[in-house]
C-alpha cells in the first residue's frame, strides 16, 4: 500500500487590505451618484435607486471584515470600483505565476524540499491569468522543477481537487512530489457596484507539497487516509466570461461576465450536500464525525460554516475544531480551506484526525481525510 502525505504549505497575500468601513464608504458613494444622477428616472418609476451597504450588513450576511488585493486605490475609487493590473511583457513572470512562486517556495521550506526533489506542479485555481501556455509550465521554469506542469480548476473546489489528481498521480508512481498551487486573483471577477457581492472576495495563494510518505522529511506531515470528489450541475453560481466574448462584443460586458449568484439558493442547497458528503466518507473509513479533531473547511460564509460544524461537531462546537479565517481574507475561492489549514494545522497528536473540505459552484465538492503522523 502506498502511503501520501501533506508535508509542507504555503501562503502568500497582497500587502494592501480593504476593510469593510473602506469598502463601504467607496460603495456608498457610488449610490449616493448614481442615484443624484438618476433622479428622474428613480421618480419615474423607470429605475430602482441602489440602496447603500453597511459594515454591519456584511458582517451578518458573510462574516467577512476585511480582504487582501494587489489593487485597492482602483477599487475604493468611486469613479472606477474595479482591480487595475499592469501588463507585463511575455517575457516577464505573470502576475499569478509570481505569486504561485512566493508560496511554493514557502512550502518547499515547510517540507524541507527544494526543487529538484518535485516531479510535477499543478496549479489549480478558480482563474486562469491567461489559456496558454500554462500558468504551471511557467511557474515549473521559474522555479526549475523537471517533469510535468498543467493548470486545472474546479472553482472554489479547486485546490482540493488539484490535492486529489495528486494524490492519484503519486499512488499510480507517476511521481514521488507534486506542488499543488492555487494563485487565486478571484478578486477581478467582482462588480463592486453590486450591493450583494461587492464584498465577497480577497486574494490569496497558495501551494502544498504532496508526496510519498517514505521520502518525507517533514517534522509536521499529514498522511491522506482518503480523499474524495464530487460534482453536481448548477446555475446558481456562474460567471458566463470566456474567449467567446469577442465574438460577441455586443454582451461582452454584460453584468453575467462577473461572478453572479443566487445566494439564498446556494446556501440551501449546498450545506445539506456537504454536511452528508463528510459524513458519508468518514463513515466509509470507519470514523465518526466526533473523532475528528479539526475540520478546514471552505471559507466562504460563515453562517454556512457553523451549521456545517454544529451537525459535525455539535452546537457546542469551538472555534479550534472549525477554524475561521473568512473575517481576516473574505472568500478567497480555491485557496480557502488550504488557508485555514495552514494556518490551523499544529497541536495535533499522532493519531489525530483532521478534514479538508471545499464546496462551491458545479457545485463542486472535495474531502480529504488526514491523519496526524
Not at 491522506?224 to 454582451?251: G, H, K, L, M, Q
Request: hydrophobic letters at 40%; proline letters at 3%.
Amino acid at each position: 500500500m502506498v502511503d501520501v502525505v501533506i508535508s509542507g504549505t504555503g501562503l502568500y497575500h497582497p500587502e494592501d487590505s480593504i476593510s469593510n468601513d473602506e469598502l463601504v464608504m467607496s460603495f456608498n458613494t457610488y449610490v449616493e451618484t448614481f442615484n443624484e444622477e438618476n433622479r428622474d428616472a428613480i421618480e419615474k418609476g423607470e429605475i430602482e435607486a441602489l440602496k447603500p451597504s453597511s459594515a454591519e450588513f456584511i458582517v451578518k450576511a458573510s462574516g467577512i471584515k476585511n480582504r487582501y488585493t494587489r489593487s485597492k486605490q482602483d477599487i475604493l475609487d468611486p469613479k472606477k470600483m474595479w482591480p487595475y493590473y499592469t501588463e507585463r511583457a511575455d517575457d516577464e513572470l505573470c502576475i499569478q505565476a509570481e505569486a504561485g512562486v512566493l508560496a511554493a517556495k514557502q512550502a518547499l521550506k515547510n517540507a524541507n524540499k527544494t526543487a529538484a526533489d518535485i516531479d510535477g506542479i499543478i496549479v489549480s485555481c478558480t482563474h486562469k491569468q491567461r489559456d496558454y501556455p500554462s500558468v504551471a509550465i511557467e511557474i515549473q521554469d521559474a522555479l526549475g522543477v523537471k517533469g510535468f506542469a498543467y493548470d486545472m480548476g474546479a472553482a472554489c473546489s479547486s485546490a482540493t481537487f488539484g490535492l486529489s489528481a495528486a494524490i492519484d498521480s503519486i499512488k499510480a508512481g507517476r511521481a514521488k512530489a507534486i506542488l499543488v498551487i492555487t494563485p487565486e486573483i478571484s478578486i477581478g471577477q467582482m462588480s463592486f457596484k453590486d450591493r450583494d457581492s461587492h464584498f465577497i472576495f480577497g486574494e490569496a495563494d497558495t501551494a502544498v507539497v504532496v508526496e510519498l510518505a517514505e521520502t518525507c522529511q517533514s517534522d509536521n506531515m499529514f498522511k491522506v487516509i482518503d480523499s474524495e470528489i464530487a460534482t453536481d450541475y448548477s446555475n446558481n453560481i456562474r460567471n458566463n466570461r470566456s474567449a467567446f466574448d469577442r465574438c460577441s462584443p455586443d454582451t461582452m460586458y454584460a453584468k453575467d461576465k462577473v461572478f453572479f449568484q443566487q445566494g439564498r439558493k446556494v446556501f440551501k442547497e449546498v450545506t445539506p450536500m456537504v454536511i452528508k458528503f463528510i459524513s458519508n466518507l468518514l463513515g466509509e473509513n470507519g470514523l465518526k464525525t466526533s473523532e475528528v479533531k479539526r475540520y478546514w473547511l471552505h471559507q466562504a460564509n460563515a453562517n454556512m460554516n457553523r451549521i456545517i460544524a454544529e451537525h459535525l461537531i455539535g452546537k457546542d462546537y469551538t472555534e479550534e475544531q472549525a477554524p475561521t479565517v473568512l473575517d481576516e481574507f473574505a472568500n478567497t475561492a480555491g485557496a480557502g480551506s488550504i488557508i485555514a489549514f495552514h494556518r490551523h494545522h499544529k497541536g495535533f497528536n499522532p493519531g489525530e484526525y483532521g478534514v479538508l473540505c471545499s464546496f462551491g459552484a458545479g457545485y463542486s465538492m472535495g474531502c480529504i481525510i488526514l491523519e496526524k503522523l
